[in-house]
């Protein structure tokens, strides 16, 4: 499975639109190589270089297995509850300094799953255990 974007290279740099002080748009997404069998797809978007620990963007599920493209600013329908407090795309806002890392994840599912609207990453994670069956991976770098 790959996972790439129109907006910028993998660990290339995320462009200001994209960020919580910008636009906050969630960047284009291409999806290609879904394995055979997947019922659903889950991403997660987080930063672990934040320094309180990683800080989740974006978490959301049960995007149809059709999906090969996220358009910019995508609506989707599933969403758990970022670090922002919100339930959508937060972009990148790391503090000024050092530039920080951000994982789109994205895992290709043999089932939906049935979980409530805001839940948290880690409750995601759990009910995705055993259901993988595949996963993609894209980095971007933003510094303020």
Excluded: C
């Amino acid at each position: 499975m790959k996972l790439t974007s129109s907006a910028f290279k993998h660990q290339g740099t995320i462009p200001f639109k994209y960020a919580y002080e910008g636009e906050d748009l969630s960047p284009p997404l291409t999806i290609q190589e879904i394995p055979a069998g997947t019922k659903s797809l889950a991403l997660i978007v987080d930063d672990p270089d934040a320094p309180q620990g990683t800080f989740d963007h974006w978490i959301t599920w049960n995007l149809p297995a059709n999906t090969w493209e996220l358009q910019e600013g995508a609506s989707v329908t599933m969403q758990g509850q970022n670090h922002y407090g919100n339930q959508q795309y937060g972009g990148p806002h790391p503090p000024p300094g050092a530039p920080h890392r951000y994982f789109f994840k994205l895992y290709a599912l043999d089932t939906e799953l049935k979980l409530a609207q805001g839940i948290s990453k880690e409750e995601l994670e759990e009910a995705m255990e055993g259901h993988i069956l595949g996963r993609a991976e894209l980095v971007g770098v933003y510094q303020r």
